[in-house]
Nanobody
Framework: QVQLVESGGGLVQAGGSLRLSCATS????????MGWFRQAPGKEREFVAA????????YYADSVKGRFTISRDNAKNTVYLQMNGLKLEDTAAYYC?????????????????????WGQGTQVTVSS
């Protein structure tokens, strides 16, 4: 069983920055990929970014590429999402997710179905 707890959301002005954190609680080593998704009101949950176990492989949705950075600290069992240059359209609930099916070496496809565990979400609101 994997438990994920996000934090770091809040209200920020357009152009500002936030860093989200996702703490992982598991009885086994968390040597698998992690991802961030977001869901705006009335919209489907969409992929934002993913990172493999070592942190050496990352990929992003086109909408956030160049502005967001995903990283992880395996010693702390924590994944981060640094968000810079925030736009009004980045307003959403952000969810951390784990993909243990893919193990230490593989990356999951950028879809919800690849992820088995989810956090409760943290709200990010960007104002003008």
């Amino acid at each position: 069983q994997v438990q994920l707890v996000e934090s770091g959301g809040g209200l920020v002005q357009a152009g500002g920055s936030l860093r989200l954190s996702c703490a992982t609680s598991t009885r086994t080593r968390s040597n698998y990929p992690m991802g961030w998704f977001r869901q705006a009101p009335g919209k489907e949950r969409e992929f934002v970014a993913a990172i493999n176990y070592s942190g050496g492989n990352t990929y992003y949705a086109d909408s956030v590429k160049g502005r967001f950075t995903i990283s992880r600290d395996n010693a702390k069992n924590t994944v981060y999402l640094q968000m810079n240059g925030l736009k009004l359209e980045d307003t959403a609930a952000y969810y951390c997710a784990a993909a243990p099916r893919y193990g230490a070496s593989w990356m999951p496809p950028p879809g919800k179905a690849a992820y088995d565990y989810w956090g409760q979400g943290t709200q990010v609101t960007v104002s003008s």
